[in-house]
């Protein structure tokens, strides 16, 4: 097999397993996607991968109810680095003000992928927030937002924001949206990986 199919093989194998493994509960082997230094981004969280694992399964006890749909993958891949970007929905249960609602988000992962001693791992992914909404689950049932509260937060994330300070966390306010500085910043990050250059 041509080398960069396989390369590409085994990155796409690694996301579909990211996704997978971490929403499976799967921790032993959703420690294997990532590189030793992998660090995790996201709304609620931003650090190593190995202390996403434990506040990840610490929330799962206390009953945070977060998955993960993956749609189509880009991959950029120059030697042993990548840049992969796939289309994705977040999608978060939990109480909104006494009425349990589904917060759905769609965006990307952009992740930074590296190949060492053979194998491919995530060094970072880092989420881009591109949109939102939130629904009750009883459909009959009568939601009504804090308005002030909800123009605060990001556009792009603005009611995953809502529900996650709802429930206790600290929501991390300047993430990468579908447009503007923080995004343009990212892509600059993901050529300069990609040219050879540290994080």
């Known amino acids: ?15 579909e397993n990211w996704a997978v493994w971490r929403d499976a509960g799967d921790w032993d082997r959703f420690a294997t996607v990532w590189h030793d230094d ?20 610490e929330g799962w006890a206390k009953g945070v109810s977060i998955l993960h749909f993956l749609g189509g993958t880009s991959i950029d891949l120059k030697g042993d680095r990548a840049i992969v970007q796939t289309k994705m929905t977040i999608s978060q249960r939990g109480d909104v003000q006494g009425v349990l609602c589904d ?25 881009i927030y591109e949109k939102d909404r939130v629904d009750p689950v009883d459909p009959a049932a009568r939601l009504e937002l804090d308005r002030e509260a909800l123009a605060a937060f990001p556009a792009g994330y603005r009611h995953l924001a809502y529900i996650q300070t709802q429930i ?8 990468p949206q579908l447009v503007g500085a923080e995004v343009e910043k990212l892509y600059v990050r993901g050529r300069d990986w990609l040219a050879g250059k540290p994080l």
């Open 168 to 175: 206790g966390y600290k929501v991390k306010l300047d993430m």
């Open 38 to 57: 992998g660090v995790m981004m996201a709304t609620w969280f931003q650090g190593p991968a190995l202390d996403f694992i434990r506040v990840t399964q």
């Open 103 to 127: 917060v759905v988000c769609t965006g990307r992962f952009y992740d930074f992928l590296e190949k060492r001693d053979g194998r491919w791992g995530m060094v970072l992914r880092q989420p």
């Open 1 to 15: 097999m041509d080398e960069q199919l396989k390369d590409r093989l085994e990155i796409r194998d690694l996301i």
